[in-house]
């Protein structure tokens, strides 16, 4: 029990959520792990709903949503979303102020939660949106620098 091979890393509500279940198949663990797993290789996520998308084949992916109901913070999700919205249309309409640089600067933070919705939204925005992105991160060129410590592309 105390091998570090041993231990899996998740946040408190998700490790709350599992509690000490831990599901294997043929002695490995069927949950995807985010030290090793790559969560966008598995999943998407809804701009609109904030809901967790996968694949119904990748049994990893849909294990661990299911044991750790990731679809219960979907309202959560949305509003980041709706919020970073917001920031991003502001930017492209200008003018860009110190005041909204911070505030964009305060939603893309590593500390901040429910960056894998911004992961995911920033890496493959949804057509209709890519063009906000684009022009957000023109008029905001220090967005890129900001996301470059955990946007990581897949």
């Known amino acids: 029990m105390f091998d ?13 959520e599992k509690g000490s279940s831990f599901p294997t198949s043929h002695g490995r663990a069927v ?3 985010p030290v090793d797993d790559e969560p966008l290789d598995h999943f998407r996520w809804s701009h609109v709903t904030g809901e967790c998308l996968y694949d119904p ?3 990893r992916a849909e294990e661990t949503h299911r044991e750790f ?5 979907a309202h959560e999700r ?3 979303m709706t ?6 249309v502001r930017a492209v309409n200008g003018p ?25 939204y920033l890496l493959f925005p949804p057509d209709a949106e890519a063009e906000l992105v684009r022009r957000a991160v023109a008029a905001v060129p220090e967005i ?10 897949p």
């Not at 109901?69 to 913070?73: F, H, K, M, N, T």
């Not at 890129?144 to 592309?153: G, Y």
């Open 4 to 16: 570090w091979e041993n231990l899996f890393a998740a946040c408190r509500d998700c490790n709350s």
């Open 31 to 33: 949950l995807l792990n």
């Open 57 to 59: 084949a990748d049994v």
């Open 69 to 73: 109901a990731l679809d219960r913070l």
């Open 78 to 80: 949305l509003h980041k």
């Open 83 to 88: 919020a970073l919205r917001f920031y991003f």
């Open 96 to 120: 860009v102020d110190d005041a909204l640089r911070a505030q964009i600067r305060a939603e893309l933070d590593a500390t901040r939660a429910y960056l894998g919705i911004v992961r995911s």
């Open 144 to 153: 890129i620098a900001w996301t470059a410590p955990w946007l990581r592309p």
